[in-house]
C-alpha cells in the first residue's frame, strides 16, 4: 500500500504519523510506502538520530521528496544509489530520499518527483544551519527532469513535487510571486500525462483541481488502480 501526506517538519509535525491518528499502520510492512512530499526535516541537527528512530521503528517504509526546510549538506553527503529505478540517498533501509527529477516505479505505479521550494521566511534564517541555496533545484536537476521525462514519453501515474506549478499560484494566495521552479512544474504540468500530482509546501489542504492536491495534514492511500482516499 500506499500513503502519501505532507510537510512533517522534523519534530514538529511528524505525530501525524502517530498510531492514534494513522492506525491503519498496524497492519502496514516495510513493504508498504508513506511518502512525504516535503520538508520531512528527517536530518536537520544533532538530535537526528532520535527522529530516524521513531521512522525505522515504524512498520512501514518511509520516502520522501525534499522540500526547502531540509539540511542539504547533510542530504548530499549520503551516497546516491539506485532504487526502485531512480536516484535516492538512503537515509536508513527506511527512510529513502527520492531525489528531483527522477522516475520511480513503486508498487506497480510510476512516480515523477521534483522536490524544493523557496523559503519565504530565508531572512530570518541562517545559512548553513537553518537554510541552503539548494532548497531551489540546479540546472543540472532541471535536465535530469526532462531527459527522464522524456525517457518515459512524458506519461507517469503520479507526480510528487514540494512546490505547486505556477498557473495554480493564485488558487493558494494571490499574493505568491513565483519563481523559475513553479515556472518550469508548469511546463512539465502541460506536457505530462498523469492521474495525480501531490504537493506539500503551502501547509494547507486543497484540491488545486481534480488532479493537482496539496496536502499538509491529511494522509492519502493510493490503490494500484489509482484509486485514492483520504484518512
Ligand atoms: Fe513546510
Redesign the pocket.
Known amino acids: 500500500m500506499i500513503f502519501i501526506t505532507?510537510?512533517t517538519?522534523g519534530n514538529l509535525?511528524y505525530k501525524k504519523l502517530n498510531v492514534d491518528n494513522f492506525p491503519i499502520q498496524k497492519k502496514l510492512t516495510k513493504r508498504d510506502y508513506v511518502i512525504v512530499v516535503?520538508?520531512m526535516g528527517v536530518i536537520w541537527d544533532d538530535n537526528d538520530e532520535i527522529l530516524m528512530e521513531y521512522y525505522n521503528s515504524k512498520k512501514f517504509t518511509t520516502l520522501f521528496i525534499d522540500?526547502?526546510?531540509e539540511n542539504f549538506d547533510k542530504l548530499n553527503n549520503y551516497k546516491i544509489e539506485k532504487w526502485n529505478g531512480g536516484n535516492v540517498h538512503k537515509i536508513s533501509d527506511s527512510i529513502i530520499h527520492l531525489m528531483r527529477g527522477q522516475i520511480f516505479e513503486i508498487e506497480g505505479l510510476k512516480f515523477f518527483t521534483f522536490g524544493g521550494?523557496n523559503s519565504i521566511d530565508k531572512k530570518y534564517r541562517k545559512e548553513g544551519i537553518s537554510w541552503w541555496p539548494e532548497e531551489l533545484p540546479n540546472e543540472e536537476e532541471y535536465l535530469s527532469a526532462y531527459k527522464n521525462l522524456e525517457k518515459c514519453d512524458y506519461k507517469v501515474d503520479i507526480v510528487l513535487t514540494?512546490s505547486a506549478p505556477y498557473s495554480m499560484l493564485y488558487k493558494i494566495n494571490s499574493r505568491i510571486k513565483g519563481n523559475r521552479l513553479n515556472k518550469e512544474l508548469d511546463n512539465i504540468e502541460k506536457k505530462l500525462d498523469y492521474k495525480y500530482w501531490f504537493l506539500?509546501?503551502?501547509?494547507l489542504d486543497m484540491n488545486l483541481s481534480d488532479k493537482i492536491i496539496i496536502l499538509y495534514n491529511d494522509i492519502i492511500k493510493v490503490d494500484n488502480q489509482l484509486k485514492i482516499e483520504r484518512y
Open positions: 505532507g510537510d517538519h509535525d516535503g520538508d522540500g526547502n526546510h521550494a514540494h506539500g509546501h503551502y501547509h
